[in-house]
Structures are given as C-alpha cells and as structure tokens.
C-alpha cells in the first residue's frame, strides 16, 4: 500500500495544475485512488476493507500530499471518516456498504443543519461549507442540531449523494483543488438508524452502537484527535514536498554573486534545508507516535479498562496542532530563502507555502483555544468547544 502510495507522487504532481484549474479531485485521480485501494485502509475488514490501522493511513495520505496536496487532503478528509462510521448502528453500515465497499464519505462537524422529529427519524435541511472531497462522494455526513430540544440535540446525520446538491463558493487562497464546497440538503428524510448523536464539548460518554460490532479497539477511540490526526498528516506531506522544491533548487541553481558556485555549497542554504529538514523530520516522528498512542489508548480501555478520556484526547490535539506549526515554520524558512523566483505563479514551492497557509486557518488548529481547553479540562473544569 505504502509502494503504491510512493508511485504516486510523481503522476500527482503532473496533474497539480488540472487538480487546481478544476477545482476538485480528477477524475483520473479518484480511479487511481479506488484501484489502489487506498479509499479502504482503514474501512473495516468486515465491509471489505484492510483495517490496516493509522501508521498506514498516515503515510499514505502523507505520501499523497507530497506529490499534490490537495488531492492528499481530499484522501485524508474522506478515507478516514470510516473510522468515524464504525460507530453508526449496524444497519446503517450495512445499506452504506453494499455488496461492494465503495464508499467516500466526506464530513463535516460544524452544527449547522437542523432536524425535526418524525416517525422513524428525522427531516434535516441545512447548508454544510468546506465540505471537501463532496465532488467524489457517495455520502455526505453533516451535524444537525434538533432545536426545540432542550438542550439541543446535535446528531451526525448521513445522507446519499443523489440527496444533496453542491454550491461550487470555493474560490480560497490555498488548497484551491480539494472542492471543499457547501453541500445543501433540503427537507430530506433520515432513517433513526442513520444518525448518531455527536459528542459535546465536554468529552461525556456518547451512544455508539457499532463500536460493538469490531474486535480492533480503535473504532471505539475519541473521534477528536483521530479527525485532526487527518490534517496532520497533509501538513506532513506539504513540509516533504517543500523540501523537494528546495533541494531541486539547491541543485540546479547557482548563487546570484560571484563566485557562482552551486547554491548546493553554500552553507547557509545548507543550514536552511537542514533547519526545514529537521522540523519536518520532528514533524513527521510526533505523527507516527501519536498514532501509535491512540492505538495503545484504545487497547488499554478495551482490554484494561484504564480510560481513554478526554484529557488524553486533548493532549494528543495540541500535539497535532504543534506538528503543524513545525510544518508551518520550515515551510516558511525555505519559502523565504528560496527567492522571488519561487513567488511565481504556478511554482510548486509558492503552492506548498499557500497551501499550508490555507490548512492553518482550519477551527481546529487555533492552539490557543486548544491549550485553554486542556488546561480547563486539567484543572478540573469544563471545556468551551470541542477543540
């Protein structure tokens, strides 16, 4: 899986024009990610998938953001949300799963939908912005709040591709291929079954049918750090494909003052593509061990009974955000002594810089509300949001 992932770097980068031109994943590139298999990494075994666990996940969608990342974070944002489905009663996963496992399922946490009460389940309507990968899916799950409930009621509410239409208001300084539109349901019926209550700010325990159905702990892990655990591992991906740029550079280049050697030997290039190298490294290091925390957190509760509560979710959350910031920072090293020549237009490193300039705006990377939240959650008080 990682091999194909690897072999794709360089097709992705060819494409990186049409993906952005588009607006949304290719076509090509959807084909190619379904025939990998990489829609199914951690789709569970049961409905035809790998359940390869989130090391894999990670490097793959790493590997893919490296060769363009927008198409990396369309993958991420949606071959990860089975691990969010997993929860759902039986018979959702069942009819989402058919007879052959194709499913892509965007998502979007924002509680901006609304539902009413009727038999069986609910009526939704709602507007869903940033709703990434909806071009390519065969599902859309939105949170809807049921108002005249008290308090209100927020559930996950999944609904079919032909349900929902899409307003192309994606025109964004970053990560302009990854079609992140608003999808738009009005006044659709959802099945009970089809919904699942979402988790407070407070981190309480929630109803989560399906989690019973699985032996491997990790569909019943928080679904916080996991989500971000998503982004993440594009930023990865965009600090690798940085430094691809600037080593290319580095060695075609010659320095703009005599005496014009190769700007490879100058050393404080040098010491720029080792400062970048390293925090990427670090990066890319604290990724791997946070998946292997949460796999081990989920374990304990499963088989100890040691909790994995919300004090561990959130620190694995400020985690994450700290990758992205080391990112964040050796990416804007290399694109400030690359030269004006890599502000031009079209020019992969000014792409890598906007990119993860656009990923930083994201709600759950703002670290200062994060780090009050943990501390509030420390200290024994409750926390104001989710991140």
């Known amino acids: 899986m990682l091999a194909r992932a690897r072999a794709m770097r360089g097709v992705l980068r060819e494409r990186q024009e049409r993906c952005e031109a588009l607006g949304r994943l290719p076509e090509d590139t959807r084909d190619d990610f379904v025939d990998a298999g990489f829609f199914r990494v951690l789709q569970p075994r049961r409905f035809g998938g790998y359940e390869l666990g989130l090391g894999v996940f990670h490097q793959v969608a790493t590997e893919l953001s490296r060769g363009c990342p927008s198409s990396g974070w369309v993958y991420a944002l949606t071959a990860g949300h089975p691990h969010t489905f997993a929860s759902w009663p039986e018979a959702a996963q069942i009819e989402v799963y058919g007879d052959d496992g194709n499913v892509v399922i965007p998502l979007s946490g924002l509680p901006v939908g609304r539902i009413t009460p009727v038999e069986g389940g609910y009526r939704l309507s709602g507007a869903w912005d940033y709703s990434s990968g909806c071009d390519i899916a065969t599902h859309f799950i939105g949170v809807a709040l049921q108002t005249t409930a008290s308090p209100a009621d927020a559930r996950f509410c999944l609904v079919e591709r032909e349900r929902f239409s899409i307003v192309d208001n994606w025109d964004v300084l970053g990560m302009r291929g990854t079609g992140s539109r608003r999808v738009v349901v009005e006044d659709v019926f959802v099945p009970e079954y089809r919904t699942l209550v979402a988790p407070g700010p407070e981190g309480a325990a929630f109803d989560r049918p399906g989690t019973a159905l699985y032996e491997n702990p990790i569909y019943s892990g928080p679904f916080g750090s996991f989500l971000l655990s998503e982004v993440v591992a594009v930023a990865v991906g965009i600090g690798w494909a940085a430094l691809d740029v600037y080593e290319e550079m580095l060695r075609a280049k010659k320095m703009s003052y005599p005496p014009s050697s190769q700007r490879s030997e100058d050393h404080l290039y040098q010491e720029w593509y080792g400062r970048a190298y390293a925090l990427v490294d670090t990066a890319e290091a604290a990724l791997v061990q946070t998946g292997r ?86 200290f024994g008080m409750v926390p104001t949001t989710l991140y």
């Open 293 to 378: 925390d949460y796999e081990e957190w989920c374990r304990r509760q499963r088989e100890d009974g040691v909790a994995f509560d919300d004090e561990l979710n959130r620190r694995l959350l400020l985690r994450e955000q700290s990758c992205v910031q080391l990112c964040w920072d050796a990416v804007d090293i290399l694109f400030r002594s690359a030269g004006t020549s890599g502000t031009r237009s079209g020019d992969r490193l000014l792409r890598c810089f906007r990119d993860l300039a656009e990923v930083r705006t994201h709600i759950t990377l703002q670290h200062e509300r994060s780090a009050e939240n943990f501390g509030r959650v420390r």
